[in-house]
């Protein structure tokens, strides 16, 4: 820059000729220099007031960005922890005593439409019936063409079917996410497990509802997403489980009979192993409920008959009026007891299924089965006694087993419990309870006289329950009852399994006509067993509905030619799988008893 | 000394402020890789069950009796029987093998030099 002098000498000179004063020059080109310099500093000062200008207005612009995103976005909850993000929203797993899967969650798709967007409705209506036989392609087209812009197709669909549809390259089908819940082994313990459907269903998901048994029972339990991760563990042994199952149904056809029960049970723990009712069904396609005017709930596969039937169950009762008359101090098992009969009793006839003779002692009464002594042993117990001792085993009140089904069958009892209803139901008769109901009376004798609870869910500890009769009653009655299979007069002599020391009572009962009175030829077989018998651990319960034995010249019904075979297979097979090692019996050691107590 | 003081405190803030900042974006990042690992966790679990579930299946009693049934003459399997129990004296130990003893090695144990 080329600076201006303050004192030119050419206008100096030029002013000095002219007489001027050189100052007034050097005043006014000083004025002028201050002039430029205020300009430029204004200038300067201009722009830099401009560059902050821009800067805060874009740091504002920031700040008014940032306040109204998080304004506008919801605010992320403070955590103390990274624990949490959804991990199952699922339904937790049902296993058996050993960790075998019996129920589980499935991922799978549902099949929804959206006609709005389908381009041909018509063929993908048809496409879809071939690839679903049990679709309707009419009524599929139908609903495409329709007003609606949305349809279900299929609940659930497998990965091959998912391809399929794929295939038909339809826009306007979709598929949903969902889960399922899968029973791997079909129809074993169909009756435990009950089944699962939909409660809530959208695209994106759907809720998974338990509808029968144990998946009903515990519904809270399974869905509660904090012990989702946590399996149910079940006291049954899924081998077991499925043996039974086996020789319960191969027994059911080879005799004919319309269903079948079973209810194996720890004697101690009071946990049911196996659980069985035939005819079953398979729970990952649960059939509906019989519906209708001539439909019987008690005929449909849904019937639970080891929980929800009721029977009367017959000469298995006679140990418990036995048991209670050992207890009370009114007989022996060398007692002898009066068995003529008839016993005529307002209107009614006590018989016996043949004549045993005039006299027999307590423990032939219960080995040769005899109503006549069971009634006249009943008599002397009385009715209040009865009522006390019964209702202590658990024959007055629903089982308390964790199925929703298991709440609503409570024994059938008499309206008016007179003195016939004692000697009646004695003998088994006039008192109906479902098998599970008497294998929880037997487990109380085979636990040593203190009353057991069944129970589903895998236990550790053996229940401690009140005593219902002393541990010497009910060895007394574990020696009466091994009789009734080892004695040759016994009415269960095919029942013995060698080395497993099986007793047991049989029970053979007539059916009651719905219009009453009961039928000749239609019965109900049971056999309640315990094994070993000199130191029970398990109790079995096996009832045959209508069974007929046809092998020999005349039908046989009795329960020691149908149930006993069946529930001795079962025994047989299932006591090795128990881990039950055969042994050999111990001599009866009848005279021997502690003293030091 | 006043300023040295001003001059410290101003470091300590900024120090403090940098210390404050670097722990927040570390905490951050272990929450989001907690965050990624408990949704691999999810997605193994939910692996693990299709696997349990399939393992079931393949195992489930009846597909087991049938392929018992169907591989009989090669395998001969048959339900547990209550005879298979056995005790541990029936079984036959195997005879003890004993290796005969030789000496093409001898090792002299006393050094007649050493006297």
Known sequence: MIRTPLRPLARILKARESGGNPDAIERENIRRRHEEMHDRDRRRAERRLLVMGAMFFCAFAVIGTRMGVLASSPPPAPRASAKGAEILAQRATITDRRGRILASNFDTHSLYAKPRRMIEPRRAARELAKIFPDLDAARLQRSFTGNSSFAWVRKTISPEQKQAVHDIGEPGLRFGRREMRLYPNGAVAAHVLGGAGFGLEAVAGAEVLGIAGIESYFDDRLRNPARGHEPLVLSLDLSVQAATERVLSGGMRLLNAKGAAAVMMDAHTGEVISLVSLPDFDPNDRPDPPTGEDAKAGESPLFNRAVQGRYELGSTFKIFAVAQALELGLVTPETMIDTTGPIRKDGFRIRDFKDYGPRLSVEKVIVKSSNLGTARIAADIGIERQKDFLRQLGFFDATGLELIEAAGAKPLLPPRWNELSTMTIAYGHGLSASPLHLAAGYAAIANGGRKVIPTLLRTRAPQEGTRIMSEDTARQSWRMLRGVVADPEGTATMGDVSGYFVAGKTGTAEKIKPGGGYYEDRIIATFASIFPAHDPRYVLVVTLDEPVETSGSEPRRTAGWTAVPVAREIIRRTAPLLGLRPEIEPPRLADIRRTSD | ?115
């Open chain 2, 1 to 115: 000394m006043r300023g040295l003081l001003y001059v410290f405190s101003a470091l300590a803030v900024i120090g403090l402020a940098f210390w404050a900042y670097h722990e927040n974006y570390k905490t951050q990042a272990a929450q989001a890789r907690a965050e990624a690992l408990e949704r691999e966790i999810s997605l193994a679990r939910q692996r693990l069950r299709m696997l349990n579930a399939e393992w079931a299946y393949l195992n489930r009693p009846d597909r087991l009796r049938d392929l018992a049934e169907m591989n009989f003459d090669s395998l001969g399997l048959l339900p547990l029987q209550p005879h298979q129990f056995g005790r541990v004296d029936q079984v036959a130990y195997p005879p003890r093998v004993r290796a005969p003893l030789s000496f093409n090695n001898p090792v002299d144990v006393s050094d007649p030099e050493a006297q």
